[in-house]
């Protein structure tokens, strides 16, 4: 089992910027990789960024240039810095953890809304 604690959302104007965090509870020992997902009200959730345990990353289109996310091996901790933030950033964002072998696990959320 790993639990993930995130922290870091909340209310932010457009232009602004944010940094989200996610600490698993677990050993980095069976991590294949983190991740951020994000959810607004009526559409389905998406793939913000994710990074590998030997540092690959992959964007949403709508967020590069803009997103970084980046691990820290030892402290089982993936980030998500987010500037130039728009109001259809406005979601819930999700940690992710994938385990070697196919499982994933989810943190509870955290709010990240951005006004106009």
């Known amino acids: 089992q790993v639990q993930l604690v995130e922290s870091g959302g909340g209310l932010v104007q457009a232009g602004g910027s944010l940094r989200l965090s996610c600490a698993a509870s677990r050993s980095a020992f069976r991590l294949n990789a983190m991740g951020w997902y994000r959810q607004a009200p009526g559409k389905q959730r998406e793939l913000v960024a994710r990074i590998t345990r030997g540092g690959s990353t992959n964007y949403a289109d709508s967020v590069k240039g803009r997103f970084t996310v980046s691990g820290d091996n030892a402290k089982n901790t993936v980030y998500l810095r987010m500037n130039s933030l728009k109001p259809e950033d406005t979601a819930v964002y999700y940690c992710?953890?994938?385990?070697?072998?196919?499982?994933?696990?989810w943190g509870q959320g955290t709010q990240v809304t951005v006004s106009s």
């Open positions: 992710a953890a994938d385990l070697f072998g196919g499982t994933t696990y």
